[in-house]
């Protein structure tokens, strides 16, 4: 730990507030996941420039003047925490938002903070942001080191960074494998939105749901073949029992993408069924793609069109199943009334009958 | 009013993109007020937060209409060629309206149906059927315990949605007031067709309104 804070100082003696980033993030990570606290550690010692990620870092935004944020960083350095920071947990957090809006609106004071600082400082930006960079360039070495530690160095290395700020990241690969899959995710639905913008404006003609579904889940997949000589380390990192709740939640955010804009509105079991059948589908080809060896992984979409196919036969058949269970049932209710008339239990025409007989009988 | 929507509306399409106020201006299904907003139904959510209450509280609202739905059903199965039938009929056939309406909110906003859907089939068919079996008045007690669950269940969400923020959820707010208001008279028509006659009535309606609390409760979560 001490050995840490060492490392941790003398990258920030290299880079001057850009490290400070680091350092004070491991000496207060008191929270059990580091990785789960989106925001804010960091907001609090930083002054968020960016207005496009201001919503984000509007919790202790305030740090009007030079005095209050060096004071806040000490507190940082000497391990207090700051109640801003507990506050300011998950991304969009609506309870601390509020309160700290008007603060962030005299956030006006950042540019004269730099200017009385005199450096010419570059952007600040959140501890999300910075976590961010570093993931996306230490996927860069992940063919070359796998999802590891040395990934994560070599990445921040790229950035100029010093390689003790892996230490941001206490759970290593999970946290880059997540931060994978939620890019190849929003890099899917952007792509399945402006497809569905193409069609709703004209100038594309819709699919049919199986061949939607089918090149959804291609260029999904498509997606792992950089990655793909190190990807059963990804299926087994994802499937740690401290993974494996992000893991599952991105999993059915894809689903659920998916089947949204392949126009699936339903309100009833089939919300469930379809999903879980796509569930299936993407995962056995997923596991069936890391033993493909042929040209273009040919085999793999292979496979693909013909568990599309049975999900077809499936839905067909049950349809079909569900028509003749009704004519059955309905044969069946007539064949009920039939007997029901001939056993004299109707009682309409029992009472007639009778009414019928007795007049008979006092006729004759 | 309809026709003092309709020139709100176009006074205030100016303002907005044509086709935004085009959709605003097309009738939408059931006798529900033309929204003056760009959007439909529910606000944008801002935060995770907002979107998981707001998921909640529809998601209960949906299973809630389906379980009446079924309940409708079920009397009718017992019911429907006796001289309740009609009434009977249009007081499902309001309620079918309320499960359209709910349906079209969740699929526009991609709200998850809770999972139990099947589960609040079968149980409320034979509670209807089986109420029906023990008499009309017994039929008549069930409809009163269960709207009277639901209209209560609809004033806490009101009441919650109130105390967030009334404005940012008006149209909500307006479905669900409408939606209470005919529950509510479901309810009445159940006490004027002699719904406390019924022997056990105190039993039966309780019962019934604790099963019903226990179903919302779980259709919240699951």
Redesign the interface.
Known sequence: MTALLRGLWVGRALRGLGSVVAAPCTTTVTTPRCNTLRRGLYSSALRPQGDSKADKTSSSAAAPSPTNLHERYRAHAAGGQDTTTAAGS??????A?PATEPEEASSSSDTSYQDQSGEQEEEYETEEQLRGRILTAALGFVPLHGWTMEAFAAGAETLGMSSASTGMFDNGAGDMVSHFIAHCNSQLTETLAERHEQVRLGHAEPKETADFLRDAVETRLRMHIPYIEKWPQVMSTLLLPHNLPDGLKHLSHLV?DIW?YAGD?????S??TKRAALTGIYKTTELVMLRDSSPGFRDTWNFLDNRMRDINNMASTAKRVQATGEAVVQGLMGAAVTLKNLAGMNKRHTCNILVFTAAQASVS | MQRAAHGALQHWAINVNLSTARQCLKPRAGPLLVTSRGYSVLPPP?????KAMLDRMLRVD?AGEYGANRIYAGQMAVLGRSKMGPLIQQMWDQEKKHLAK??EI???N?V??T?L??IWNVTGFLLGASTALLGKEAAMACTVAVEETIAAHYNSQIRALMEEDPDRYTELLTIIKEFRDEELEHHDTGLEHNAESVPGYWLLKNAIQLGCRAAICISERV
Not at chain 2, 46 to 50: A, H, I, K, L
């Open positions: 998950l991304q969009g957090e609506a309870s938002e659920d949204y509105r339903s309100t009833d079991m919300w469930y | 801002r935060d995770t937060e907002e949906h709910f349906s969740l699929a526009e991609r998850r149906p999972i859907l099947p």
